[in-house]
Each structure stands twice: as structure tokens, then as C-alpha cells.
């Protein structure tokens, strides 16, 4: 993770400025940076939350199909775009670029005010290597394959050092392109590389080149990386690695077992190379944040059913040995356990982003978790434009969301300053600790009628004062600090954050906040509301 900082002196100088530029000359790119308890992504000086959508995978290919398209994600209440670009397409010809749809792309996302995140969809989409331009598919001699049950298949080996110089060259050459035509306007945010690698059909490559690397000793690099991180590795790897005896040496079944789990980090290991090199390529020409994503791995699953080497959570470490160009591991978030693996992939060295996942009425109820609870720097349903909500329950969130986004990111950076959840019949509650009080949030209840489902997210803001929204719960408190033992609610307004102040409509008393026995959010709608607390004997 880096943090981009120029001088003002070497800026003046590259400016060709007789005098230090003000403040707001400076532009450093987008970036990623550690604020307090949070690590933020930072467009323009300050922290942002890209409230997302993930086109399909051909959408972005016609400019023509696109027209319609981009106002329909603005009115949505998108941000950022998440917009696939095809090696295929802008390299037809080896060595000879095509940059006019990129920059028809950026046109038109311009115009509706919307940013985007480039997906290099080049050596590999799950799995496949459907996306090289056909000098690079037909050449099976300059550009080696995988074999599988000793056939070759449509998949590139990630061995191939050319494989990887030619996709990297390509990067490389759009990220060149990228910078001469938006590095002052920072329409683009970050990269995706590559789309859901690993082998699918096997868990490794059987060729014979293969073969002999998976006989031959473990790299050097990742044995050191295991012993000095040995104490954080990721359970499951450490696990496997002390049941085979730890060993600071040996070759691949030596260390992990003669399992196909030797093989999935064999072929991590690969891909990780691979990616990290094709990443560190486009990095030297403009370096924006870069991530890859995963195929996540059903409960049982073989590597082989999804594909073996992608970043799953236990082969996390073998792809942060291999290299320091990705800032960020991405899971592919459609599976029912959103908190676990949002759990799984949240960690101190890696930010939360969530390149794709449902959209609809559990989209608009995760991306209240994910932002409240969990600090997600990118919530992205995939398929996006064909979810036509522009009025929605997506779309609600994201409009609420948006409004309380300065204030949420800012509070953020305490710890335990922002919650998330989402409820149902099976999880109808949840409690966690708050400025003094323990918070309990549970399924709305009133006269008898009770939510069937429940979303939102509480942030502190001040002593004895809370901002919530969402829809579906209520929320009551109990005081933890010294001072008199019960708990009543002041007040309980309803409101907006207009220009980052906080705008109060509606007093909500009777009803609203059950007579004065619970902060409520009804089910009819996502609102906004700020509750003050007092304490009595
Ligand atoms: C995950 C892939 O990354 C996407 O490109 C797309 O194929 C979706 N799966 C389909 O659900």
C-alpha cells in the first residue's frame, strides 16, 4: 500500500511554475491511504466511497449500446462504473494500439459525471482465455497453453514469461493512454487485472513444463515469506503447512501433502506471478490502484470446480509473497454468507472491495453492512445495467448512502464509530458497542406487525447522539459508562445532509418512535434519522 505525496517544490519545477502552486494545484492520483482505523480510497484529498455497478461483460464494447446506458447507471445513483476493456480489442494487431473506444468510454462518462474502474480483461476471464486478440490464440507455440487430462485446452499457461510480457506490454500501453488523456481529470480510479483466474477442469496445469516446476523445490521467496510470517499466515494455510511439518524447504507436495491442495498453491503461485508482473508493467506507465478478484470456492468445492490458483483466502499468502503491485485482493461476493466472507477478505493488509455482487433487494441490503461495518471502499453489483432500478431498492440505498458518505468515511477512521447490519426471520437482532452505550438493533415491531426484513447503519456522532438510516429495524440503547442508570430518547428527528450539514425535517414523536419506547426505521422506505439520548435515575 502507497501513499502518493508530491513535493510542492518538484511539482512547481514539473509545472514549470515560478512559484509553489496553492494547495488545490496539487493532484495527487487516486490512491490508497491508511486514515485512523481505516484504510480509504482518496480522489482529489479526500476519501471516497464508490457506490458502483459492474457492466456485463460485452456491454462497454459498442459505444453505440453504451449511449443509453450511462444515464440510466447516473440516475441510478452510481458513482463509479466498473467497465471491462479488452486486450482484443485494443490490441487487433500485435504492437499496433486502438484507443478510440477508451476514449469514447471516458467521454461519455464524463458527461454524466460518473467515474470508472478499467477491467483488463486479457490472459485469463474465468479461467478462459477468451479475451487475446487472435495473434495471440492461434500462436499455441509462442504462447504455450495448460494441458488437462493430456489435451491442450483454450487456456494460457501462466508460466510463459512471453505470455506475460506481451499482456504486460498491452497494460502497460493503455495505461500510458489512460495518463496522457485523464491524469488531471481522474475519471479513472483504479484497475481491475485480469478477471477470476485458475485452472478450471484440473487443480494444476499437467504439461510437461509444469511437471517439472511442481518437482522442483518451493521458490526461495515464498519459503522465507512463510517462516518470517509465520504467526499471521492465513489459518488454514498454516494449518496445512504445520501438519506437514513445517518445513523451511523442499518441493511443493514436501511442504503441503501430495493433495490437490499442493496443487492450488503451485498454481497460485503462478498465476500470482504472473499478475503481479502484468501489473507492475502498467504501474510503471501511471500508477493507479490495482486489485484482482475471485472466483470464490463453494463449501466442498475441489479446486478444479472453481478455479485452482485464483485468490481464495488460503492461498492469499503465497500471492502476497510473490509480489507488491496488487494493493488489494477482491472477492466475488454473490455467496448467501455475505459477513463471513466479507469477514474472510477484510483484513488490516487488505481493504474491503467488492468488484461484483447481487444487486436488487439484497444489494440494497449489503451495501448497509458493507459500508457500516466493514468499510468497503467499493460495492459493485454486477450486470448493472440490466437491473433497470433506477427506482428501486438499490437505488434508494445508494441515494441515502451518498448523502452520509462524507460524514460516514470521516467516522470511519475511529474504530467502532460506524455498524452495519442486515436482518431477517433467522437473524432478526444484532448488539455491538457504541460511545457508552451497548446498541441493539432488532426487526421493527409495532401493533402486532413486525418487518420481515431489516438494513441499515448507525454511526456516532457526538456524546448521547447517534445518525441512522435504513429501513425495517429499531434500535435501543443500553448505558455502559458511569452516570444515571436508564436511558430515554430526547429526540428523534428525521432529516438529510445537504452540502455536509445536516438539515432536520420531520420531529418524529408518536408512532414514529413508538411513543417514545424505540428508535424506529419503518419498513416503507430508507430514511435518515438523528436520535439524542439522555439519562435519568
Ligand atoms: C464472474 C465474472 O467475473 C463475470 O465476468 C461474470 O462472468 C459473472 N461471474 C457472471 O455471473
Known amino acids: 500500500m502507497r501513499i502518493q505525496l508530491y513535493s510542492l517544490p518538484i511539482l512547481s519545477l514539473v509545472l514549470g511554475l515560478g512559484s509553489a502552486p496553492l494547495l488545490s494545484q496539487v493532484s495527487a492520483l487516486p490512491h490508497l491511504e491508511k486514515r485512523g482505523a481505516a484504510t480509504q480510497f482518496i480522489v482529489d484529498?479526500?476519501?471516497?466511497?464508490?457506490?458502483?455497478?459492474?457492466?456485463?461483460n460485452s456491454a462497454s464494447s459498442s459505444l453505440e449500446a453504451m449511449?443509453?446506458?450511462?444515464?440510466?447507471?447516473?440516475?441510478?445513483?452510481?458513482?463509479?462504473?466498473?467497465?471491462?476493456?479488452?486486450?482484443?480489442?485494443?490490441e487487433p494487431t500485435e504492437g499496433s494500439y486502438d484507443f478510440?473506444?477508451?476514449?469514447?468510454?471516458?467521454?461519455?462518462?464524463?458527461?454524466?459525471?460518473?467515474?470508472?474502474?478499467?477491467?483488463?480483461?486479457?490472459?485469463?476471464?474465468n479461467g478462459m482465455s477468451s479475451y487475446p486478440p487472435v495473434w495471440v490464440k492461434r500462436d499455441t507455440r509462442r504462447f504455450p497453453r495448460v494441458i488437462i487430462g493430456g489435451n491442450e485446452v483454450e487456456v494460457l499457461s501462466p508460466a510463459a514469461a512471453v505470455t506475460q510480457q506481451a499482456d504486460g506490454r498491452a497494460f502497460a500501453a493503455l495505461m500510458k493512454h489512460i495518463k496522457e488523456v485523464d491524469s488531471s481529470a481522474h475519471t479513472v480510479l483504479a484497475m481491475q487485472v485480469e478477471n477470476e483466474v485458475g485452472v478450471l477442469g484440473d487443480s494444476r496445469d499437467r504439461s510437461e513444463a509444469a511437471n517439472k516446476d511442481f518437482a522442483a523445490p518451493v521458490p526461495s521467496v515464498l519459503t522465507a515469506y512463510l517462516q518470517a510470517q509465520r504467526d499471521s499466515l492465513d489459518p488454514?494455510?498454516?494449518?496445512?503447512?504445520?501438519?506437514?511439518?513445517?518445513?523451511?524447504?523442499?518441493?511443493?507436495?514436501?511442504?503441503?501433502?501430495?493433495?490437490?491442495?499442493?496443487?492450488e498453491l503451485f498454481m497460485a503461485w503462478r498465476y500470482a506471478r504472473f499478475v503481479h508482473g502484468v501489473a507492475a508493467q502498467g504501474k510503471a506507465a501511471y500508477n493507479l490502484p490495482m486489485?484482482?478478484?475471485?472466483?470464490?470456492?463453494?463449501?466442498?468445492?475441489?479446486?478444479?470446480?472453481?478455479?485452482?490458483?485464483?485468490?481464495?483466502?488460503?492461498?492469499?499468502?503465497?500471492?502476497?509473497?510473490?509480489?507488491?503491485?496488487?494493493?488489494?485482493?477482491?472477492?466475488?461476493?454473490?455467496?448467501?454468507?455475505?459477513?463471513?466472507?466479507?469477514?474472510?477478505y477484510h483484513r488490516d493488509s487488505n481493504p474491503l472491495f467488492i468488484p461484483e455482487t447481487n444487486s436488487g433487494?439484497?444489494?440494497?441490503?449489503?451495501?448497509?453492512?458493507?459500508v457500516g461495518e466493514q468499510n468497503v471502499l467499493c460495492f459493485s453489483p454486477f450486470a448493472i445495467?440490466?437491473?433497470?432500478?433506477?427506482?428501486?431498492?438499490?437505488t434508494a440505498s445508494y441515494n441515502a448512502i451518498a448523502k452520509l458518505a462524507p460524514l460516514v468515511?470521516?467516522?470511519?477512521?475511529?474504530?467502532?464509530?460506524?455498524?452495519?447490519?442486515?436482518?431477517?426471520?433467522?437473524?432478526?437482532?444484532?448488539d455491538f458497542t457504541m460511545s457508552g452505550y451497548t446498541v441493539h438493533v432488532t426487526l421493527d415491531e409495532i401493533f402486532g406487525h413486525s418487518a420481515q426484513s431489516g438494513y441499515g447503519l448507525i454511526v456516532s456522532t457526538g456524546p448521547d447522539e447517534f445518525l441512522g438510516a435504513g429501513k425495517g429495524f429499531r434500535v435501543s440503547f443500553t448505558p455502559l459508562a458511569a452516570g444515571a442508570p436508564k436511558v430515554g430518547i430526547n429526540a428523534v428527528d428525521e432529516g438529510e445532509f445537504v452540502d455536509g450539514k445536516w438539515l432536520p425535517g420531520m420531529r418524529l414523536n408518536g408512532d414514529e418512535n413508538d411513543q417514545g419506547r424505540g428508535w424506529r426505521f419503518s419498513s416503507w422506505q430508507v430514511s435518515t434519522e438523528k436520535v439524542t439520548l439522555y439519562r435519568f435515575e
Do not use: C
Request: glycine residues 8%; charged residues 20%; proline residues 5%.
Open 67 to 90: 449511449k443509453l446506458v450511462w444515464p440510466r447507471l447516473a440516475a441510478m445513483g452510481l458513482n463509479t462504473v466498473l467497465t471491462p476493456v479488452s486486450w482484443e480489442l485494443i
Open 236 to 263: 488454514e494455510l498454516h494449518a496445512l503447512w504445520e501438519a506437514n511439518g513445517a518445513k523451511a524447504a523442499g518441493t511443493w507436495t514436501e511442504l503441503f501433502g501430495p493433495t490437490a491442495r499442493a496443487d
Open 409 to 430: 468515511l470521516d467516522r470511519q477512521q475511529t474504530a467502532g464509530a460506524t455498524h452495519g447490519f442486515v436482518l431477517d426471520k433467522n437473524h432478526p437482532q444484532v
Open 291 to 344: 486489485y484482482v478478484h475471485t472466483w470464490l470456492a463453494e463449501d466442498n468445492a475441489k479446486p478444479a470446480d472453481y478455479p485452482s490458483g485464483g485468490p481464495q483466502p488460503r492461498v492469499l499468502d503465497v500471492w502476497k509473497a510473490a509480489g507488491s503491485a496488487l494493493d488489494i485482493y477482491a472477492p466475488d461476493l454473490y455467496a448467501s454468507d455475505f459477513s463471513g466472507w466479507s469477514n474472510r
Open 385 to 394: 445495467e440490466r437491473s433497470r432500478d433506477e427506482k428501486g431498492d438499490l
Open 361 to 370: 433487494a439484497a444489494g440494497a441490503a449489503n451495501v448497509f453492512y458493507a
Open 45 to 56: 484529498g479526500k476519501p471516497y466511497l464508490m457506490l458502483a455497478g459492474e457492466l456485463s
Open 100 to 125: 478510440a473506444l477508451v476514449d469514447g468510454l471516458l467521454e461519455q462518462a464524463r458527461a454524466q459525471h460518473l467515474h470508472i474502474v478499467f477491467l483488463w480483461l486479457a490472459s485469463w476471464k
